[in-house]
């Protein structure tokens, strides 16, 4: 029997929804102001303040003053910008890129933002003030020049430079649950029961001030929102949609001031939260965590009485999916390549463990996958939990999800993160609590600030300094750091140590810049809604950016493990052990780009062991690189007082730091992209088959890297087809989880509709294919990630 | 311990049996079916193949021919089969993989230990490793050992045979197959032997006593276009089938993809102008098997 397609599975929600999707997604991002306008009228007027108190009121006004809108059908309310999709400028980060990019951001191919004349011209008045002003400027003064040079050639990238930290999972039920006004109580007593004696005082008493400023002003955000449903109600005609209006003005009276009762109302009050979280920073992978847990509460006496509208709970879910991909993120062109496709990382879990350790899936963890599969929009991206006692049932739903092609859900495996967050330090309770925030990397929600924005390194970038000494030939320039002339090196193991030395350095220099930014983001932009709802930070007096949490990582990430294992390979099988080949020869066809050395290229290719086909020679290297970079990177603290970790994902950086490596030997030219995904092998290289693959991934050990090791898998929709193949594909799942993989997603797309949907873009509108760790709409991206994902390994049935 | 000729082993197959399987391919083939997609499994020799899309027509395998049997002409490298000896010395010096040798020796240790890379997806899966070929059963006391091997780890086993083999290949291996996978391709002698080169007396008696003595067995029947698609033809066979008492059969539809590997091993493909059967088509003969003979059908199986 034939399975229905993802277009029918998408036919059926409701009509509302459909309409609502429909405006979204024909609605072209545009550029923003109110946010801009406000906070650099509110920093004007509070010049002399404290910069925590600056902080509130700045928050304050925006809540306060921007423009708000309740769009026709709207069930949960509550937006981002003045437009729908609309992104608003967070001045207080960078404004260079704004201000340069002003003409062009409507001129990108992917990543296109519109904005009128009217606007760029507030911009241009506005922005200018804020130049040395920023997060960015006080950085950069603060950099040491070889780190500063690193990042700006790319060989690392830094991703808080120009925007705030975000991915956090907060702790909403307890802003749920409890409301606000409950909460500014509990700060008041704090702030009143502070001792005169305690040498922070002050910082304390002014953090206090500032989060009730700011709890206050989101509690009159809501009712703004009140106010107008009631005045849209007074005018509506329709009886139905009146009566809704009246019940959303009433549910924003109501939440997030006091705990929420019903079901809507958790959802609406979740909503300001996680919105307010987004207006206050622009970091994303602000992420709702484990809502199949807190929210649940809210619907189970409801499922339970029958009488009650079972499909109007269903409609209010896709209704808050919809509203996920309202929220909307403008980045420099830059980080438009890293980060294609507009992502927001809203990772949103389902499944697992109880914090007591018993299986927690419940009725909600399959509506929620039920709304991924009807909305089809790549927000929130939804991925679920999986652990020995998980019920066959759901796994196979979530399989079945996963079938349709939107990459969602992504697959954790609770056997190997629970054992990850026990060696981190969390308790067994908060350990078994786990969430995922943005692509793939697993956090406690509410109790941690684990920095997992600190940025990326180019590990097959080192390779090619090791084999130069130093020198970039792509961009002809010497660098001050050098492991020697590399025809010198004498034996792989005196290769490999060149190689670790130049992977240090770079690290080195890598965790030198994030530092920076981490004590800069704490004095000038700290999060203030945001640590309400992080523990510790109350009672610490101080926000989570400062350190106020009860944990605190900061967690860099590894790009292209694979093009650096692979090309590892090459040179201990060629130059090493066989002598076939010799440094002179290769340096000269590396730096040739392999023009007239196609045969070389093509050994370097075939005959030598690649990553991804279950062949020890080469997942040895891979681990040990792995290894030796977890090694390494204990050796860092952060500012907050936390140690290093980290996490192999690539985003799409992988596509912004190709062409910034020359030819690499694992034959790979200098316009072919990087391995994508953390831990995927690079794209067409597994010959084997999947499960080869999986052997090789799992290989690695991935307790190391405690940060993410994501891994993206093309299967052929053929191979999903019937029941035989939906099986199969849970027992991948599984089998990989049992051999200590920590996550697994895929795509289930076939090349010919990719390619057919980048000829006639317009027959899909709807054509939502993963990345990374996440989802987005094909369209939305770029040519160079449209191929990647072409090109990735589609695997067939055989 | 025994060693056979192998020229594939795939891993994650979806097909050729329950869950994920390893599937063994071994070389050699009593029958010569003019459809075959897999010409290389013919002979239990092995051969030189040539794939000239991947050829970058470099010269490196004809400087170290010792017999002189390639050459390099306007329309690509040639290759003398007369003199070439399957020595292999110029695939291994080929640098983009386009010469291979197919067919290779292995011990049961060797092809036991790559089976079992795969066992945590067999036991999630129910899946296993399949014979396949050529005719595994031609290699019988190497597929048994392996077998034997195989069982005692609790590797689900399938063989996939066309029968036409002396019975007493298939008597040995019996205890330790957990799915037969068996080929028919037609009832009538002088058809069989047109398409296949050989008679059809002993894959239908085999049959016959395979279906008294194991209770797993799946008729696997591929389709092929003026051959055996008439709708008497397909009755027959069906009708052979329930009359073993089998319930089971797998439509394999005709397809072209091994055509190019005819050319790349200096064969000709006799039916390079037949076309594929259409969807209808299969459904039509998947409906009548359903409704007329009330077999369980399953289309690729």
């Not at chain 1, 072209?28 to 306008?37: M, Q, S």
């Not at chain 1, 350095?505 to 809604?529: M, R």
């Not at chain 2, 002189?68 to 983009?96: E, F, H, P, Y």
């Not at chain 2, 709708?231 to 008492?245: P, R, T, W």
């Amino acid at each position: 029997m034939t399975r229905p397609t993802r277009w029918q599975k998408m036919e059926e929600t409701s009509g509302r929804v459909k309409k609502l999707r429909h405006e979204l997604i024909n609605t072209t991002p545009e550029i923003c102001t109110d946010r801009a306008i406000l906070i650099s009228k509110s920093y004007e007027e509070t010049l002399s303040q404290p910069y925590i108190l600056r902080r509130a009121y700045a928050l304050e006004k925006i809540l306060l003053n921007m423009g708000i809108y309740i769009h026709e059908g709207e069930l949960i309310v509550g937006n981002l910008a003045e437009k729908l999709r609309g992104a608003p400028v967070y001045p207080e980060y960078a404004v260079d890129f704004v201000l340069n990019e002003l003409d062009t951001f409507n001129l990108r191919e992917a990543d296109k933002f519109i904005i009128s004349e009217k606007n760029k011209e507030i911009l241009r008045q506005i922005l200018p003030k804020w130049q040395g002003n920023t997060v960015k400027d006080a950085a950069y003064q603060l950099f040491p020049s070889q780190a500063k040079e690193a990042s700006q050639d790319l060989i690392c990238i830094l991703t808080t430079l120009r925007s705030g930290v975000g991915h956090m999972i907060i702790d909403y039920k307890y802003g749920i649950d409890n409301g606000l006004l409950g909460i500014i109580k509990e700060i008041e007593t704090l702030m009143e029961n502070l001792d005169i004696q305690d040498p922070s005082y002050a910082t304390k008493k002014e953090y206090y001030l500032a989060v009730i400023i700011v709890c206050k002003a989101a509690i009159a955000f809501a009712n703004r929102f009140a106010d107008l449903a009631q005045s849209l109600a007074d005018s509506e005609e329709d009886p139905t949609r009146k009566k809704e209006l009246l019940t959303i003005a009433k549910n924003c009276q109501k939440v997030p001031a006091y705990p929420a009762e019903t079901f809507w109302e958790a959802l609406q009050s979740f909503w300001f939260i996680h919105l307010i979280l987004q207006l206050e920073s622009n970091g994303h992978s602000v992420s709702p965590g484990r809502f199949d847990q807190y929210i649940y509460p809210y619907l189970k006496g409801p499922l339970e009485k029958k009488d009650e509208d079972q499909e109007f709970f269903k409609e209010l879910i896709d209704c808050l999916w919809v509203k996920f991909n309202d929220i909307n993120k403008v980045r420099d062109k830059v980080n438009s390549i890293a980060f294609g496709g507009y992502p927001m990382f809203q990772n949103l879990i389902v499944g697992g463990q109880t914090a007591e350790g018993e299986c927690a899936v419940n009725e909600l963890s399959y509506m929620c996958l039920s709304a991924t599969e009807r909305v089809g929009l790549p927000q929130p991206s939804l991925s679920a939990r999986w652990y020995y006692g998980s019920p066959e049932t759901f796994l196979s739903r979530c399989c079945e999800v996963a079938s349709f092609g939107t990459g969602m859900p992504a697959f954790y495996n609770d056997e190997i993160l629970i054992p990850i967050m026990l060696q981190q330090g969390y308790t067994l309770q908060e350990a078994r609590d786990y969430a995922v925030v943005g692509c793939a990397e697993a956090t406690v929600p509410g109790v941690s600030e684990t920095w997992l924005p600190g940025g990326f390194l180019n590990l097959t970038k080192m390779i090619e300094l090791t084999i130069f000494n130093g020198h970039d030939h792509v961009m002809n320039k010497q660098y001050q750091f050098k492991t020697g002339e590399v025809e010198c090196l004498e034996t792989f193991e005196e290769f490999k140590e060149a190689y670790f030395e130049q992977l240090s350095y770079y690290l080195k220099q890598h965790v030198a810049c994030t530092n920076i930014l981490d004590s800069v983001h704490g004095s000038l932009v700290p999060t203030l809604f945001e640590s309400v709802f992080i523990h510790n930070c109350l009672e610490n007096g101080k926000t989570s950016l400062q350190g106020g949490a009860k944990y605190n990582f900061t967690s860099p990430n590894a790009v292209s493990l694979a093009n650096t294992a692979d090309s590892l390979a090459a040179i201990k099988k060629f130059i090493y052990e066989d002598k076939t080949i010799t440094w002179a020869e290769l340096k000269v066809a590396l730096m040739n780009n392999f023009n007239n050395a196609e045969q070389l290229r093509q050994r370097l290719l075939n005959l030598a062991p690649k990553y991804g086909n279950d062949d020890a020679y080469v997942d040895a290297i891979a681990r040990e690189v792995v290894e030796r970079f977890s090694k390494e990177i204990q050796k860092y603290s952060n500012p907050r007082g936390g140690k290093y970790q980290f996490g192999l994902y690539s985003i799409s950086c992988h596509v912004l730091l190709a062409d910034k490596v020359g030819a690499t030997p694992d034959g790979r030219k200098q316009e072919m992209l990087l391995a994508d995904g953390g831990v995927s092998c690079a794209q067409g290289r597994d010959k084997n088959g999947v499960t080869a693959m999986l052997k090789s991934v799992a290989n690695l050990d991935q307790f190391k890297s405690s940060g993410a090791a994501l891994l993206n898998v093309k299967l052929a929709p053929s191979f999903l087809k019937d029941e035989k193949g939906l099986s199969n594909f849970a027992s991948i799942i599984k089998s990989y989880f049992m051999l200590k993989g920590q996550h697994i997603q895929f795509n289930v797309v076939d090349a010919a509709m990719l390619r057919d949907a980048q000829k006639n873009p317009e027959k899909y509108p709807l054509l939502v294919v993963r990345v990374a760790g996440f989802s987005v709409l094909f369209n939305c991206i770029d040519r160079m990630l449209q191929e990647d994902i072409i090109m990735r390994t589609e695997y067939q049935t055989l | 311990m025994e060693t056979g000729i192998v020229y594939n082993i795939q891993r994650f197959c979806n097909h050729d049996g329950p869950g994920l399987r390893t599937v063994v391919f071994l070389k050699g083939c009593p029958l010569r079916c003019k459809w075959c997609c897999n010409p290389e499994s013919q002979s239990q020799y092995p051969e030189l193949m040539h794939n000239p899309i991947n050829c970058l027509k470099c010269g490196e395998c004809i400087s170290c021919c010792s017999q002189k049997s390639l050459t390099l002409t306007s329309t690509g490298l040639s290759i003398d089969r007369q003199t070439c000896n399957t020595c292999g010395i110029c695939a291994t010096q080929c640098c983009c993989g386009a010469l291979q040798i197919i067919g290779k020796n292995y011990t049961t240790d060797e092809i036991v230990s790559m089976v079992l890379k795969d066992q945590e997806f067999f036991t999630n899966s129910g899946g296993g490793v399949t014979f396949s070929g050529g005719e595994p059963l031609r290699q019988s006391s190497f597929v048994l050992e392996i077998l034997e091997k195989l069982t005692r780890l609790g590797v689900h086993t399938a063989i996939e045979t066309a029968g036409a083999v002396a019975w007493e290949h298939f008597e040995r291996v019996i205890p330790f197959v957990g799915v037969f996978l068996y080929d028919l391709k037609h009832i009538e002698d002088s058809a069989h032997r047109e398409g296949t080169k050989a008679g059809n007396k002993l894959p239908l008696e085999n049959l016959k006593k395979l279906a008294l003595r194991h209770k797993d067995i799946i008729v696997r029947v591929p389709l092929i276009p003026d051959f055996n698609m008439d709708e008497k033809s397909i009755l027959n066979i069906g009708l052979f089938v329930k009359e073993q008492g089998l319930k089971t059969i797998h439509l394999l539809p005709y397809h072209r993809l091994g055509q190019n590997k005819y050319k790349n091993l200096g064969k000709i493909f006799e039916l390079e102008e037949t076309l594929p059967p259409s969807q209808e088509q299969v459904d039509t003969i998947s409906k009548m098997l359903q409704t007329k003979l009330k077999l369980t059908v399953i289309v690729d199986g």
